[in-house]
């Protein structure tokens, strides 16, 4: 078998960097870090009204078991009028696309 080596220069401009897909992934989950979401957030994120957010994702007891705060979870759930949903935006991210086919299957 043939081979053939080329030395090969590519300038790699002075505002850009080379990083690996393994350290890109570690640095978009820790920009979540220590983040908290809103409702508002959360509609955002997912491009869903937060009527929908609520019955597919923060009602469903299947799920509710996972996310509430009292639970051991990291979703904060009102408790009187006025109080607002609080979401760790890390693991809620990471909730939504580990159970994503749960959420958006018509048939939950």
Do not use: H
């Not at 043939?2 to 920009?31: C, G, H, M, N, W």
């Not at 908290?36 to 955002?44: A, H």
């Not at 996310?67 to 909730?95: N, R």
């Amino acid at each position: 078998m043939q081979q053939l080596e080329v030395s090969l220069t590519i300038p790699i401009p002075s505002d850009k960097v080379l990083v690996s897909k393994v350290e890109l992934e570690r640095l978009k989950q820790a920009e979540l870090n220590g983040v908290y979401w809103n409702m508002k957030d959360l509609e955002q994120r997912t491009g869903k009204k937060s009527e929908w957010i609520k019955e597919r994702i923060l009602f469903p007891s299947k799920f509710r078991r996972i996310l509430d705060v009292d639970l051991g979870g990291f979703v904060y759930y009102p408790k009187s009028k006025g109080q607002t949903w609080t979401f760790q935006a890390s693991k809620m991210s990471d909730f939504l696309d580990k159970y994503f086919i749960q959420i958006f299957s018509e048939r939950r």
